[in-house]
């Protein structure tokens, strides 16, 4: 509890450094953050911070909208073949599913947080489904689960407050 505690309010000093620059601030860590490929980088602890700075809906709309973004990397790693797959039973499972339908394929796998969007988003392209379509749902996806940590920061940072006294 004492180190969720540190955490958040750690999170929360170095959110009020870079609530300078605003919502457009939090899309571009957003999108710089998903624009990695396999790679984890820490955008939802950035989401998870600036609910208790901004307006959680207006965060989850500014990270939503840079993580999709962000997601093409993958995307149109994909569509130009030039992808490198290392867990191949894991990317044939996925582009089973993408094949079957993909659309919820990405919506369910960009609203959670989990280490296998970047190979559906892979899957996605070499499949050749209309950018246009993984754009919409990968957002849709995205937004929800920044929603989610946008409010959970939020809340979370009142609550400690609360207990703090």
């Given at each position: 509890m004492i180190a969720i505690s540190l955490l958040i309010f750690s999170l929360r000093d170095r959110a009020e450094q870079l609530a300078i620059y605003g919502y457009p601030g939090i899309f571009l860590l957003s999108f710089l953050a998903y624009a990695t490929v396999i790679l984890p980088a820490p955008g939802i602890w950035i989401v998870f911070a600036m609910g208790a700075v901004f307006h959680p809906v207006g965060v989850a709309l500014a990270a939503g909208?840079?993580?999709a973004l962000g997601e093409l990397s993958g995307y149109l790693?994909?569509?130009s073949g030039q992808a490198v797959i290392e867990?191949?039973?894991?990317?044939?499972?996925?582009?089973?599913?993408?094949?079957?339908?993909?659309p919820l394929t990405i919506f369910a796998l960009a609203a959670f947080p989990n280490p296998f969007f970047d190979l559906a988003g892979i899957a996605a392209g070499a499949l050749k489904m209309p950018m246009?379509?993984?754009l919409f749902w990968c957002w849709i996806g995205e937004t929800a689960k920044m929603?989610?940590?946008?409010?959970?920061g939020a809340a979370s940072f009142d609550w400690l407050l609360k207990i703090r006294g």
């Open positions: 909208s840079g993580a790693a994909g569509f867990r191949a039973e894991l990317y044939k499972r996925l582009s089973f599913w993408m094949q079957k339908n993909g246009r379509r993984f929603l989610y940590f946008s409010y959970a």
